[in-house]
């Protein structure tokens, strides 16, 4: 998902749509805002579907005035996959003795279920089946005496992966877990603005200058032009998502003060060290692997080459919920250059292979248009397990390479070579020279090592396997 807010600024939905506009990819199922205007009160509006097909509208804009406001762009992992109800869609909302707050969570709580059980005994009334909704109840719970404090008490009960934007009347709030899986950045706009966004490409959008990340672990409170931050958890060693250097973020962001599109251009010069073939061209399955693509291409002196075009009016394969249509998706979406793919020996380059189906029709397509070899190189090592942090991959038995070698892989794809990026290569891209240090790993990487940073006590309940 995607979380933007801002404050201190006229207009403050405005600001808030055109950030979540360059949040999309983070999240297309639905989209909602809440702000704040002293005469009007809280007001929201939420929607399925993409923010400029929603939050373009004069009607619905008008809707939402203030100077203060968050935003949430949807894509669902835990809770109702695929068959969202609008009562899932966030930002939620919680009336308190203090006065109104919304809360955006981009994240995945991993002890929500043991957490609603507890707070429904207890007597809260759940308006929805999303794990955030836990964080409203919990503030409820509490008896601190301010909004900020409250959402203290209640994030230092919740486990797994947060970045929350969260708002009362005058304030607003951002607060990333303590190993900091997902990103969370603060922006300055104009005079007196501030700006919380997931990524810095919603930043360049709103014309806002980037200040710093919010810290793993760090809570900020920004009201009257003043930031003021704490740490209100126990710290810990931070365990940023790799796969946001790999494929979620967008390749314009830093994180972490690096350049996504410098590190997936570096992952595919690694893997032209790593896996290099004798081949005429090296073409990117687009848009995700295109910047390793390039980077493959340089570091090997095979020439790059477009040999797969995207319809840029779909969205994300991934991010669509059914296995149908995420079937159906790939030829709505790509097709094959023929002229320039005809006789021609082909390096492939995508940031991931998960169950494989995307890759095999590809490869069909590409045969198909004559290619007279296809190599696979993959910017990501095999996807072995699940994410439990908030990115959609699918149960073990759908992962392919959770069942089968690379060589079995290679076989069942019909492709003429398949190699994947070592961790080691991963890490030396994202920018750690001495690759992964298997005692204190920089990064979380668990979709690849099933190393998990944060116990997922609910999956193990349910029967998960570590
Ligand atoms: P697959 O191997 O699953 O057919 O598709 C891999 C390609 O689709 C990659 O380009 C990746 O970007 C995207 N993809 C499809 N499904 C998923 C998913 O569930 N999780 C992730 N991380 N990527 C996916
Ligand atoms: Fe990111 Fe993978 Fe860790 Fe999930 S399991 S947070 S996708 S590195
Ligand atoms: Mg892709």
């Known amino acids: 998902c995607g979380v933007f807010g801002v404050v201190g600024v006229a207009d403050a939905a405005n600001f808030i749509a055109l950030g979540l506009h360059?949040?999309?990819?983070?999240?297309?199922?639905?989209?909602?805002?809440?702000?704040?205007?002293?005469?009007?009160g809280f007001q929201s509006a939420r929607r399925f579907g993409y923010v400029r097909d929603n939050f373009t509208s004069q009607?619905?804009?008008?809707?939402?005035?203030?100077e203060i406001g968050i935003g949430h762009v949807?894509?669902?992992?835990?809770?109702?996959?695929?068959?969202?109800?609008?009562?899932?869609?966030?930002?939620?909302?919680?009336?308190?003795s203090m006065g109104g707050a919304a809360i955006a969570h981009n994240g995945n709580i991993t002890n929500a279920d043991a957490l609603r059980r507890e707070l429904i005994d207890r007597g809260s009334i759940f308006q929805s089946s999303s794990d955030s909704e836990c964080i409203i109840h919990l503030m409820a719970r509490s008896l601190q005496r301010?909004?900020?404090?409250?959402?203290?008490?209640?994030?230092?009960?919740?486990?797994?992966?947060?970045?929350?934007?969260?708002?009362?009347?005058?304030?607003?709030?951002?607060?990333?877990?303590?190993?900091?899986?997902?990103?969370?950045?603060?922006?300055?706009?104009?005079?007196?603005?501030?700006a919380l966004s997931s990524e810095t490409c919603a930043l360049d959008i709103i014309?806002?200058?980037?200040?710093?990340?919010?810290?793993?672990?760090?809570?900020?409170?920004?009201?009257?032009?003043?930031?003021?931050?704490?740490?209100?958890?126990?710290?810990?060693?931070?365990r940023f998502c790799i796969f946001e250097h790999v494929y979620f973020s967008r390749?314009?962001?830093?994180?972490?003060?690096?350049?996504?599109?410098?590190?997936?251009?570096?992952?595919?010069?690694e893997l032209a060290?790593?896996?290099?073939?004798?081949?005429?061209?090296?073409?990117?399955?687009?848009?995700?692997?295109?910047?390793?693509?390039?980077?493959?291409?340089?570091?090997?002196?095979?020439?790059?080459?477009m040999g797969i075009i995207r319809n840029q009016y779909m969205g994300r394969t991934f991010i669509e919920p059914s296995e149908q249509i995420r079937n159906m998706g790939v030829r709505l979406k790509l097709n094959v250059n023929r002229a320039l793919i005809r006789g021609k020996r082909i390096i492939l380059v995508d940031d991931s292979v998960v169950r494989g189906t995307t890759s095999q029709k590809i490869k069909d397509m590409l045969l198909d248009a004559g290619a007279a070899e296809v190599h696979f190189r993959i910017a990501s090592p095999p996807t072995m397990w699940p994410c439990f942090y908030g990115v959609d991959t699918p149960d073990r038995d759908k992962l392919l390479a959770a069942h089968m070698?690379?060589?079995?892989?290679?076989?069942?794809?019909?492709?003429?070579?398949l190699q994947f990026i070592t961790l080691d290569g991963l890490y030396r891209a994202a920018g750690v020279a001495e690759g992964r240090d298997a005692t204190a790993p920089r990064y979380c990487d668990a979709c690849f090592s099933g190393e998990y940073p944060v116990v997922p006590t609910d999956m193990i309940a349910k029967g998960f396997k570590l």
Request: negative net charge; contains cysteine; charged residues 25%.
């Open 22 to 40: 360059a949040l999309q990819h983070r999240g297309q199922e639905a989209g909602g805002i809440v702000t704040y205007d002293a005469e009007a």
């Open 59 to 66: 009607k619905v804009m008008e809707t939402l005035p203030g």
């Open 74 to 96: 949807r894509y669902s992992t835990a809770g109702s996959k695929g068959n969202t109800a609008i009562r899932d869609v966030q930002p939620f909302f919680g009336e308190f």
């Open 146 to 194: 301010n909004i900020p404090e409250r959402m203290k008490d209640a994030l230092r009960r919740v486990e797994g992966a947060f970045s929350v934007v969260a708002m009362t009347r005058t304030k607003l709030v951002g607060v990333r877990d303590p190993r900091g899986v997902r990103p969370l950045v603060l922006g300055k706009v104009g005079e007196n603005g501030y």
């Open 207 to 238: 014309g806002a200058e980037f200040v710093r990340e919010i810290e793993p672990g760090e809570m900020v409170v920004i009201s009257e032009g003043q930031v003021v931050s704490s740490k209100p958890f126990e710290q810990m060693a931070s």
């Open 251 to 269: 390749p314009d962001s830093i994180l972490g003060g690096r350049s996504v599109y410098e590190t997936r251009r570096q992952i595919g010069v």
């Open 273 to 305: 060290r790593e896996a290099p073939v004798e081949a005429d061209l090296v073409c990117p399955v687009p848009d995700s692997g295109t910047p390793a693509a390039i980077g493959f291409s340089h570091e090997s002196g095979i020439p790059y080459g």
């Open 405 to 417: 070698s690379i060589e079995q892989m290679r076989a069942h794809l019909g492709v003429d070579s």
